[in-house]
DNA sequence: CAATAAGCGAGACGGTACGTCTCGTCTTTCA
DNA sequence: TGAAAGACGAGACGTACCGTCTCGCTTATTG
């Protein structure tokens, strides 16, 4: 059965117009940058009226947003190679290069960016983007808790705090770059040794 | 003296408008956010002509900066009580006050928000407003190696990201608060004690 | 005989609706107005899907046509007293009240209006309301000749434009109230005493 | 001194966007009827901002009306022969064919059409339509009334009607060809010859 | 001590994008 | 197979600001 192209039934969206508009976000901010996402501009690119986007997103923030969540997952997998060391010295330069080199990584900055004008966006962006990713950095420390390599009684959330925050640092301040060395060298102050 | 308000002159500009509209983007940063803060709606709060604000500032980011540098030294001076712990444990939670807290801060987070949206911006928001909160905390640890708490060979930028990386994530990140538990930690892990 | 109402069926369409969605439009024409009429606010007023209205209507003037043609019968009989002075004397102020203060003339008047915005609309107005308001007007005159009242000669298209324009004139241009000295001036006028 | 174009000064508006607008809207309303006058087309076609439009004009039939009551004056001059019977023969056929062949007479058609729909916009029809027409048909009269031709007794507005009705009835509703025969036949029944 | 020229408040201008509204089409499901 | 439901592409609506411009006033030098 061959699929035909729809323009809106009884029950439901179309599915096509969604992901011609969360593509076509996504490539407009890549392109234009976050000022350069316009509703409009949005909807000319996805050969799509500005109206449904209004009935399904009520800002280009939640688009952003959609469009962020939607492919987070397949992105940035953490290791499991069986040492925290290892995990670790892998995983942050992924991350890194995740947050500064991908498309889905300048979705985050954009967001990152409008979360600091307006509160609204700053607590979906924690809760639909921070909480995520860092549900990925708790997963290494657990595992290595499970394992004996940390201490039971460590506060996970701190030390992701501790060990990443200088990450995002260089990512969003100072926009230095994050070199090898300098991960290393993270990681090597985290596990003390 | 009544100094009449002056129109304009010949020869330089009126240092009352100037004022006037640094003041007024402040005013309108934190009563409604950075969105609020159009050249329109800050002429109209200055009572200054629009082409007033052109004249003298190229955009709404221009006159933030503006303000942000114009306030800060007053609001952030970094303590010098003979010891780096002290030092530390006194200016990590006046850091973070300073950039949570006060209408210093919200420009300075409102200036990192749009900085990820530019890169022009970004180029400027270092220069003028990360480099001079850096050394500040450059001040600090180099006082430190001068007395000899520190080890000459440290790469005091990067020991400034680590000190104080964590600390801007909660702010720009997580939104999580900065307790003194929380900067205690920070003090004691860097300093290794 | 319990007539359930109907979804739909394969035999025909249903009357129900149809007389629903000429009632709404009817109503909401005086209500609010020609601009009021919108297929979509008629389809809620009358409990109908939108694309009822369309399969069986092209435009919402023609749904007006078809709601002033259904009921123009029952509200304008000219009267038959015998004389055609008599019969005129009558006829122009129950016209005048038609055109001026009863539904059917709030729909004749809208399409008048509508009319001259568009030339399809216009021939449509003349065949389906003009004409059969002609109709009336030339039934009383046809019948003063076969009563001798009238020349045989008389050109009575010609006729009905010389007693009835200037009422129209009114109703339509003016806004001139009709009283009965100005009809009674007309069929004066128009019989020559 | 070469007028060079301005953009809006401090005393008042464009002149030259003002006609630009008023051009604009008359051309299109010839060329594709009342519908196809949108705020948008004729600010495209005048090559103007449609905030500019805005400014100066509730609604795109305050724009017709301006156009309308401008270049009306030139376009329609009731002759002065020395005889009502000459006057009026002439004027007649003169006053069709502005109705019914002239870009003005457009104009005064969907105005005309407008106001069957809008109470408010029936006001200012008649006010600044209406009236400055028939103060060009009670002229004709007027004169007659001093020439002695007419009663003085009569009744002006009331005659116009009479006198007129039929061909705005005409024009208005049945669409029929104004004749030289018809005009001259209505002359005639007027003066009572 | 006038003439001059720059800065100023004011605000109209050509634009872009906003978010809303209604249009007329299309698809699905139910009876 | 007609009707209800409602999503869709399209495009005009009226608003808010943008950044540019012109204007007439004010004021501090300059000739």
Redesign the interface.
């Known amino acids: 059965m061959t699929k035909t192209r729809h323009h809106g039934n009884r029950h439901g969206r179309s599915e096509e117009a969604r992901q011609a508009v969360l593509d076509a976000a996504d490539d407009l901010l890549v392109e234009r940058?976050?000022?350069g996402v316009t509703i409009e501009g949005v909807a000319a690119r996805a050969g799509v009226a500005k109206q449904t986007i209004y009935r399904w997103w009520p800002s280009k923030v939640d688009i952003l947003l959609d469009a962020f969540v939607g492919d987070m997952n397949e992105e940035l997998t953490p290791p499991d190679l069986g040492s925290l060391a290892d995990d670790l010295t892998t995983y942050l330069p992924m991350l890194a290069a995740f947050l500064t080199e991908t498309d889905q990584g300048a979705v985050f900055?954009?967001l990152?960016?409008?979360?600091?004008?307006?509160?609204a966006v700053?607590v979906r962006f924690?809760d639909e983007c921070?909480v995520p990713l860092?549900a990925r950095d708790r997963l290494l420390l657990e595992r290595a808790v499970e394992r004996g390599e940390l201490d039971g009684d460590l506060d996970v959330?701190?030390a992701i705090?501790?060990l990443?925050?200088?990450?995002?640092?260089?990512v969003?301040?100072?926009?230095?770059p994050i070199t090898r060395t300098?991960t290393d060298?993270?990681v090597r102050?985290f596990l003390g040794t």
């Open positions: 940058g976050f000022a900055r954009a990152a960016g409008q979360a600091q004008h307006d509160p700053a924690r921070v860092r959330e701190v705090d501790r990443l925050g200088p990450l995002y640092y260089r969003l301040v100072t926009g230095e300098f060298e993270l102050d």
